[in-house]
């Protein structure tokens, strides 16, 4: 099946530093990819999706592009601040019948 | 529009004891998955249930564990003599259509603790 392996955290960064978070993927054909946002205590969000090869999703200043040749969909943020400090999710749907397979996750701890 | 609802939020069983996790997917919305998340890991998939029907349990263990989505009421996933390593987050998602490639929508989760 489809899988998902994500830079491992944790990363502590100061606010306005540049962040980059990695995700490759393995997968059949080209399923539409997504980084969920999971701030401490709570359910996952959607951050931003793509659903095909060379799109660019984007929201709350974070954005991802969807690059086959790399098969990567890495997460970025110009500028960073202390209230994205959270766990960030890259999935991706798997093969056959089954939802969303989700990488380990990156904790992110922004420091003023 | 209120969002997935999961109750309880917090959940502490003895060993040996049965625990009920309750969902309720936006309006609307008749596909629910439920995913577990261990200390420090991800999401993994358990079960995607449609409305009275189950579609894919293939992530559910074999023993102990079920889940329904009855006509009327909430999602249930039931764990039964509930063990040690059962104790992780739950989460419940639901989306309008049945076609993965379309967004999630999560609960705040269940946190179940067996003591």
């Known amino acids: 099946g489809n899988s998902v392996t994500q830079m491992e955290g944790p990363v502590t960064l100061s606010e306005e530093a540049f962040l980059t978070i990695n995700c490759t993927y393995t997968?059949?054909?080209?399923?539409?990819l997504f980084w969920y946002v999971q701030y401490p205590g709570e359910g996952l969000q959607l951050l931003l999706k793509?659903?095909?090869?060379?799109d660019k999703g984007s929201n709350k200043g974070f954005e991802a592009t969807y690059r086959k040749e790399t098969t990567s969909f890495h997460l970025e943020k110009g500028s960073v601040q202390v209230s994205d400090s959270a766990v960030y999710f890259c999935?991706?749907?798997?093969?056959?019948?089954?939802?969303?397979?989700f990488g380990k996750g990156t904790r992110l701890s922004v420091i003023a | 529009n209120a969002g997935v609802m999961q109750n309880p939020r917090h959940l502490v069983r003895r060993r040996g004891q049965e625990a009920r996790l309750r969902c309720s997917p936006m309006?609307?919305?008749?596909?629910v998955y439920w995913y577990r998340q261990l200390p420090e890991e991800g999401l993994k998939f358990m079960v995607y249930?449609?409305?009275?029907?189950?579609?894919?349990e293939s992530g559910m263990p074999k023993e102990r564990f079920s889940a329904e989505f009855p006509k009327e009421g909430p999602s249930i996933l039931r764990i039964q003599q509930v063990v040690r390593g059962d104790s992780a987050a739950y989460f419940c998602?639901?989306?309008?259509?049945?076609?993965?490639?379309?967004?999630?929508?999560f609960g705040p989760g269940t946190r179940l603790t067996v003591t």
């Open positions: 998602a639901s989306s309008p259509l049945g076609d993965h490639s379309y967004e999630q929508y």
């Open positions: 997968a059949t054909g080209y399923p539409s």
């Open positions: 793509a659903t095909k090869a060379d």
């Open positions: 999935a991706l749907p798997n093969s056959g019948n089954t939802p969303l397979v």
């Open positions: 309006k609307g919305h008749s596909h």
């Open positions: 249930l449609q409305k009275e029907n189950i579609i894919d």
